[in-house]
């Protein structure tokens, strides 16, 4: 009996391994086509960060953080586009860390105001590091060339466009549980 036992929690880490390294290639692919299509800058992390809500609903929490470590350094380091791998790095974590915001934090405002700084502090970083370690001179021309309303206007749009990526999220985590989960369920849970 303790063999069998032993050959199916190799079989669970392995099946949590492969599913995990399979999340982290597919946001690498996704992470990959910010270096191509300028637009998806800021689209592909969102996108990448998707990827995370299955690992976390099957596997947890500390897998999801590892695949997103993962995929994240994969996008920093074969990245064409290092804005796009450090928005990942900044903000791709977010959908692990959705569900226990919305269960810790009670009231509507509070929790928006509490994601919007989230999110503020979380770009904020990213340009600082992009700017100060990185010295990424296109991105500072680029504020320059934009102007200081339109910088601020910038900003407010993206943080506007994170809390409406925050909002999507568990309409997507139910389509998960109601389409897909099912048919992957035998896969990563056979006995």
Known sequence: MPDS????????????MAFCGMMAALSLVFMLTGGVIP????????????????????????????TWLAAAALSILLGLDKE??????????????????DQRVR???ARLLIKA??????????YAVLLLIFGVETI????????LWMSLLFAAMMIASLLIYDRLINPLLILYGQRLRPK????????
Do not use: C
């Open 107 to 109: 009231g509507k405002t």
């Open 140 to 147: 500072l021309l680029e504020f320059r060339e934009m102007g």
């Open 39 to 66: 637009i998806a800058t800021f689209a592909a992390p969102l996108f990448s960060g998707l990827l995370l809500l299955p690992v976390r609903v099957e596997f947890g929490r500390r897998a999801a953080w590892m």
């Open 5 to 16: 036992r032993n050959r199916q929690s190799a079989r669970e880490a392995s099946v949590k």
């Open 84 to 101: 796009a791998a450090a928005f990942y790095f900044f903000v791709g974590w977010y959908p692990i860390i959705k569900w226990d915001l």
């Open 184 to 191: 992957l369920k035998s896969f990563l849970h056979t006995k």
């Open 117 to 126: 700084a989230i999110f503020t502090a979380a770009v904020g970083a990213m």
